[in-house]
């Protein structure tokens, strides 16, 4: 499993308890999982396994925040520069954070106002 400690309760602008905690990591995890093995299968950002896989994120993000298109663009910005989340993702896999930016820009291109 993947480590999504980095997910705390802070980050998030509200208190949430372990249980709700783990949950959301391990939920955080299987996406990114999935996100790095489409990578490694070779797939578009913009194929439609990966954009699911998207979707997925952004409805996760969905239970703290609603971001519209240019706020979760530069969301996925921060997993190109260095940054926590650049680190993370780089830890899973090089290039990920690269993938999953070129993959929520189209996504949000496509689908967010």
């Given amino acids: 499993m993947i480590d999504d400690s980095f997910l705390s309760g802070s980050s998030h602008g509200t208190n949430i308890n372990a249980e709700q905690q783990s949950q959301y990591e391990q939920v ?19 194929s439609p396994e990966m954009q699911k896989a998207v979707d997925d994120h952004y409805n996760f993000i969905l239970q703290f925040w609603k971001p519209d298109r240019n706020a979760y663009k530069s969301l996925a910005l921060s997993y190109v520069v260095p940054s926590e989340y650049h680190e993370h993702y780089e830890n899973v896999a090089q290039g990920l954070g690269t993938y999953i930016y070129e993959a929520v820009v189209f996504y949000a291109d496509n689908n967010l106002k």
């Fill in 28 to 46: 955080f995890s299987a996406i990114t999982e999935r996100m790095a093995e489409f990578m490694s299968q070779g797939l578009e950002a913009h």
